[in-house]
């Protein structure tokens, strides 16, 4: 495990990452459980006769309170976990465990891609996931935010995005070497976006981005 060394200075910049982490979403599932059984007895005793408007009135007031739970505990219960730019060094850190650590002075990989986001609770249909990694020696730092058709092609280098192929490719059917390269680079970094990304607000995945390109110009490509 690789910790971090006491900066000498505070970080340039720095992303809070994974706002709706598991703690919230559990928190979020008991909310509402509990919340929606004790509003139906505390209804059902002012109104003996409520029926169908006890289970209403509980179902709402459940459902407000699981809200406003939710955004208060995305601002103040953290996961914990940031992007920091220090100097040319750019770490993904989860408390004092280091996570991810690239040198931005030096060549750094591009690597962005996106896929529709199906069967997801969280996302609406039709949106995307869209990632990208950056690969330095071994090293990878993956983040990703969730987007709708219009935000996507509204972010930083959208154009250079590849779309993720998850399904096998039928027998006898045709792909040229470069593109099944890209499509392993994506399959690899998707496993690892899996394991160690960190999800970003998609307006801190955009000013992120930004971020790079206008800071790290030698190996950033342009937006146009």
């Known amino acids: 495990m690789r910790t971090l060394n006491a900066p000498e ?3 340039d910049l720095e992303f809070q990452v994974d706002r709706e982490h598991s703690g919230v979403r559990l928190l979020g599932c008991f909310t509402f459980l509990f919340s929606s059984i004790f509003s ?3 209804v059902s005793s002012l109104f003996s006769n409520g029926g169908l408007l006890a289970v209403g009135a509980a179902l709402a007031i459940a459902v407000a309170l ?3 739970s939710d955004y208060l505990a995305k601002q103040y219960w ?4 940031v992007i920091q730019f220090v100097d040319d060094m750019i770490q993904l850190s989860k408390g004092e465990q280091l996570q991810g650590a690239i040198d931005g002075g030096a060549t750094v990989n591009l690597l962005m891609w996106h896929f529709e986001a199906k069967r997801h609770p969280r996302v609406p249909k039709g949106w995307y996931v869209v990632a990208n990694a950056l690969e330095q020696d071994g090293e990878m730092i993956v983040s990703y935010s969730i987007a709708s058709p219009t935000d996507f092609e509204a972010l930083p280098l959208s154009r250079l995005s590849v779309k993720y192929q998850k399904k096998k490719r039928k027998k006898g059917e045709q792909q040229n070497l470069r593109e099944a390269g890209v499509q392993r680079r994506i399959a690899q970094a998707e496993f690892h976006r899996g ?5 970003l607000t998609l307006d801190d995945y955009h000013a992120y981005l930004d971020y790079l390109a ?6 950033m490509p342009k937006d146009k």
């Open 78 to 81: 953290p996961s914990n976990r």
């Open 40 to 42: 139906y007895f505390v």
């Open 66 to 68: 699981t809200y406003l």
């Open 9 to 11: 200075r505070m970080p």
């Open 214 to 219: 206008d800071t790290y110009t030698s190996w």
């Open 195 to 199: 394991e160690l990304g960190a999800e």
